[in-house]
């Protein structure tokens, strides 16, 4: 009866004036279902949660308070269990109402198209809300919260973190005694806003990657990775408002070798009372361009948190990040107080090894730039930029540690250091040590641009130091204490405003070796002090050695201008020096300099005061003609 059949499934096909019995139908249609029932077992299938009863229809208020909403903790729960392997739930539009939901199951997708899971999971109950035990498991484009509004300042701190986090996938030690890793989790765009524990929880599963997602508002870490073997990616997040670490990586007693090929690359972490970025327990881990602003435990750390004897950290690259504002969230009416201990931009500690640290951008940390303490080694500080901190700019080891062990093999080469509140670089209790091509710029008031103490085997060479807004330094470099080996090699280099400052300045102890072009005629000298005479001749005196404490200046000389803030001393030393506070023109003949402090005489247009004591050099040393 059929006027013609298709080519490939030889279904009937009619004219519009064939006659068609019910059994033609019916012969089609078995057709059609045997092929679609082949395309089902080769690909994955799609099943919408609302095909298992579930509403969508929850309304909360402006502020985030539940109003009305059916209850769907048993469809979502009936749509993850019953879906089939390689399968896919769909959530559709809408706010989805539940409790939690804890699945162990495999091979399954889930994916949200503008849909939020609202739990009203209640405080302090240990449970995660979204949380799937298996392998080959992901996660899109879905949105958890709950059904009260969180600010991470106010909102009541638990006795213990102990609801987990909106959304955990991987493994479990407690319920795998053969290991426990799962592989292969994705968890890609999606968005948690508010947490009585973390945000996004991945644990004992390899083969990970959680990118493209924002998280804020959570009462533990933003995003946490626990006892990962290997192959964890997390690319392009935001994450805000944390009160622990932005995001982790933790390996404990169970897992101390540490993730390996692990990458933390493009993430933006802001407002943590925690840290912004930091491992523990890793082997091989990349954390590069970043941007961390405005945490309260300092801006990146790899470490071996010893406190939950957690594992090692080592061959970290740490590239290409910017940290702002490290250790500043704390203060009044917020949920930290006081300043943290280690309020740094980057901070190593606790047997670390083997990281590069390299262009990095620092700026404004509440204390030191980057901090290496308790046992470190390996590590290279190179092409920084540190600016603005409170503290000192990179400090290395511990100054009171006289049996070298703070570090161990470390280079701090091609840095640059500017407006810091303490010394530009300290190196203390380490054993060998580069630091070289440096520059430093403003350093504090009552330190040094370059300070090692108790350190041997440490080379510096070729550092440039400048300090023109916060007056002269008292040296490039100090070293003392426990010092054998230390080299200060040649091409380090003091550029200041004042003219004739001696080059390649260092302190040994407490005095300081110095060279200058002659009598040195600025600065402030301490008996003791040792100039080597860059101008030296054969049959030339050495050098000068400083025999009185006091400021140096250049001689008086007549019929000269003077602008107000000069100073001279008489050109026969009567102990003291003078300041210009009258511009004008010397006399022919010089003045009587009084003696008395603070005194004052007219020297022709000019009038000068007495401002203390004058250092006295006397020259040593005869070189044989």
Known sequence: MSSDKTTNLALHKWAGTDPVERTEFNDNF??????????????????????????????????????????????????????????????????YYYHYINVTRNDITVIGYGASLVSYMQPETAKNTFHIIGSNISVYNMDFRFDRPFDYDTTFKPTAYSNGNPIR??????????????????????????????????????????????????????????????????????????????????????????????????????NSYGKGISTTGVDGSKIIQNYVEN????????????????????????????????????????????????????????????????????????????????????????????????????????????????????????????????????????????????????????????????????????????????????????VEGALPNVTVGNGNLLMNSAANYPKDSIVVGSRRIAFSDGRPTAYKWTTGDAIFNNSAVAGGKAGFWVIRSGNATPSWSASTTYAVGDTVVPTSDNGSYYTCVVAGTSNSTQPTFPTSAGATVLDGTVTWQQSGAAALFKAWGVIDA
């Open 169 to 270: 996938l991987g493994g479990s030690k407690l319920t795998d005694p053969n290991g426990g890793w799962q592989q292969n989790i994705v968890i890609d765009g999606c968005t948690v806003n508010g947490g009585y524990g973390g945000g996004i929880d991945v644990y004992w599963a390899n083969n990970v990657r959680v990118s493209n997602c924002k998280v804020r508002n959570t009462l533990g870490n933003g995003i946490n990775f626990s006892n990962c073997q290997k192959n964890v990616l997390v690319e392009n997040n935001i994450v805000e408002n944390t009160r622990d670490d932005g995001i982790q990586n933790v390996c404990d007693a169970d897992w101390a070798v540490g993730t390996r090929n692990h990458i933390v690359r493009n993430n933006r972490v802001t």
């Open 295 to 478: 945490t309260w435990g300092g801006g990146i750390q790899p470490f071996k948190d010893t406190f939950y004897s957690l594992g090692d950290s080592k061959n970290v690259d740490v590239i290409d990040n910017t940290i702002v504002d490290a250790g500043k969230n704390y203060g009044p009416g917020k949920y930290k107080t006081t300043r943290s201990g280690n309020a740094d931009g980057i901070y190593l500690s606790s047997a670390v090894s083997y990281i590069k640290l390299k262009d990095n951008r620092i700026i404004t940390p509440s204390r030191h730039g980057i901090t290496l303490i308790s046992g470190v080694k390996e590590i290279d500080i190179v092409s920084n930029r540190i600016k603005g901190c409170g503290g000192h700019g990179i400090t290395i080891g511990d100054i009171t540690d006289t049996t070298y062990t703070s570090a161990f093999g470390v280079g701090v080469e091609d840095n640059s250091i500017e407006d810091v509140g303490e010394s530009g670089i300290i190196v203390g209790g380490v054993d060998e040590a580069r630091i070289g091509r440096n520059r430093v710029k403003d350093w504090g008031n009552s330190n040094y641009p370059i300070y090692i103490k108790n350190s041997r085997y440490v080379d510096v060479f070729n550092n440039r130091v400048n300090n023109p807004t916060k007056g002269l330094a008292t040296s490039i470099i100090r």
């Open 30 to 95: 078995g057709i059609i279902d045997v092929q679609l029932s082949k395309v089902n077992k080769s690909n994955t299938e799609w099943l919408s949660v609302k095909s298992f009863g579930a509403k969508g229809d929850c309304i909360l208020d402006v502020n985030g308070n539940y109003v009305s909403g059916t209850d769907d903790t048993q469809s979502i729960l009936s749509a993850i269990t019953n879906a089939p392997a390689n399968g896919t739930v769909v959530f559709p539009p809408g706010k």
